[in-house]
Each structure stands twice: as structure tokens, then as C-alpha cells.
Nanobody, 120 residues
Framework: QLQASGGGSVQAGGSLRLSCATS????????MGWFRQVPGKEREFVSS????????YYADSVKGRFTISRDNAKNMVYLQMNSLKPEDTAVYYC???????????????WGQGTQVTVSS
């Protein structure tokens, strides 16, 4: 099971850190990803990290502003979001998959989502 948290409301330029707690099974050897979705749009890839943490991937829209990390000992994945923009407003989901992909349909395990709202 995956549990995302840390969302909230911030002004443009602010920061938030999302957390994803894993439980029930070991996701230590899974790729962990963050996705986001706004009403009426497809779920889109934000970032992902390899199981060892040595490879990270970002959507162009968040590159340089967001940082993904993981702590396998604590079963946690994080998404540090800086310089937030109104267009970052969405529900953010964490997900797990054995092989890296940016396609949300390939991910087998999903958290429940946490709302991020950025006001201008």
C-alpha cells in the first residue's frame, strides 16, 4: 500500500514536500514515481526514482524545481517541490512499478493522492 501526504495550499514561489509511505510489502526494489492529475485531464508523469536512488527522472515542466528522493530504510519516497507555479496545481499520486516508465498505465501500485493548490 502507498500513502501520499504533504499536500496543501501555497502561494506561487512557495515550497511543499510530498511524502509517500509504503507498507504491506517491500517496495525497496521498485521504481517509485510521482504523477499528477487535474480534472478533465490525463494523469501525467512528474518524476521517478530507481530502486537504489541513483537514477532520477523529471518531466520538463518540473525539472530544476522538483527533487525526488527515497529512503528505503524508512520505506519513504519524497518529492520536494520548490518555486511552485499555479500550473502545478493538481492531485499528486505516488506509484510503484518494477521497471521504469513514464506511462501511468504501466504502474501497478498507487497511493490515494494528495491535493496541491498553488495560488498566484
Amino acid at each position: 500500500q502507498l500513502q501520499a501526504s504533504g499536500g496543501g495550499s501555497v502561494q506561487a514561489g512557495g515550497s511543499l514536500r510530498l511524502s509517500c509511505a509504503t507498507s504491506g510489502r517491500s517496495f525497496s526494489f521498485y521504481v517509485m514515481g510521482w504523477f499528477r492529475q487535474v480534472p478533465g485531464k490525463e494523469r501525467e508523469f512528474v518524476s521517478s526514482i530507481s530502486w537504489s536512488g541513483d537514477k532520477t527522472y523529471y518531466a520538463d515542466s518540473v525539472k530544476g524545481r522538483f527533487t525526488i528522493s527515497r529512503d528505503n530504510a524508512k520505506n519513504m519516497v519524497y518529492l520536494q517541490m520548490n518555486s511552485l507555479k499555479p500550473e502545478d496545481t493538481a492531485v499528486y499520486y505516488c506509484a510503484a512499478e518494477r521497471i521504469h516508465t513514464t506511462d501511468p498505465y504501466q504502474y501497478d501500485y498507487w497511493g490515494q493522492g494528495t491535493q496541491v493548490t498553488v495560488s498566484s
